[in-house]
């Protein structure tokens, strides 16, 4: 089984320019998670969804960042219009549906504003 | 607030010696913990959560709620331990992790 999977692995932009990430989760998760991790800080989550609603996005940086999960499949996360300090590791996780279990993560997006 | 400190971003030891990776939360209710591990190209997985009271891989975590800390020990590391590791927790109805900054694990030969 395919697990989570994020596209693309790298991204380089400049500042201005628009940035859209892929994350398609372990089918039949219906949670999935955007976190990210910048330069020498902790990974911080960035929001949450249950099926195609946002559960919570209290992460998220400012409107810059738009996230959208579509018909509760894959997700994807756009900056517009991205800043230096965007750049970072972008990762996704996902989750049956019970609370008790596993995040499932995904390799990663690097994401470089030059 | 929930808050996750790991106080060593890097650490080293020989093989065969023992470690401890230090993680303190800080949280009004009972938390749920856990420890993350990333090795080299490799993508975050679980370690080992506290609600299981098992030991993966060798590694043992026991929750301290009068310390609130929630260290991962090992007797004997391996060079195969070397990795990235991260505590995180879980705190009540939310579902989402809140993660510590991180101890870069380097076993040498």
């Known amino acids: 089984e395919a697990g989570v999977t994020q596209f693309p692995s790298h991204s380089v932009i400049e500042k201005g320019q628009t940035v859209t990430l892929r994350c398609d989760p372990i089918s039949g998760h219906d949670n999935l998670y955007w976190y990210r991790r910048v330069m020498g800080k902790e990974i911080k989550f960035l929001l949450h969804f249950v099926k195609e609603s946002k559960q919570d996005e209290s992460g998220m940086p400012n409107n810059r960042f738009l996230a959208e999960r579509t018909g509760g499949t894959y997700s994807t996360l756009k900056v517009q219009p991205a800043e230096l300090e965007d750049s970072g590791v972008y990762f996704c996780a996902s989750s049956p549906s019970s609370i008790y279990n596993e995040q499932f993560f995904g390799p990663g997006t690097r994401l470089t504003v030059l | 607030a929930q808050r996750v400190t790991q106080p060593e971003k890097l650490l080293s030891v020989f093989k065969g010696a023992p470690v401890e990776l230090k993680c303190n939360y800080s949280?009004?209710?009972?938390?749920?913990l856990f420890w993350y591990v990333q090795y080299s190209r490799q993508r975050l997985q679980l370690l080992l959560r506290h609600i299981s009271r098992e030991s993966i891989k060798g590694f043992t975590a026991d929750l301290n709620k009068g310390e609130t800390s929630f260290h991962l020990k090992k007797p004997f590391a391996q060079e195969e331990d070397s990795a990235m590791y991260y505590c995180a927790l879980k705190g009540g109805s939310a579902r989402q992790l809140t993660f510590g900054s991180g101890t870069q694990l380097t076993v040498l030969p």
């Open positions: 949280y009004s209710g009972s938390p749920e």
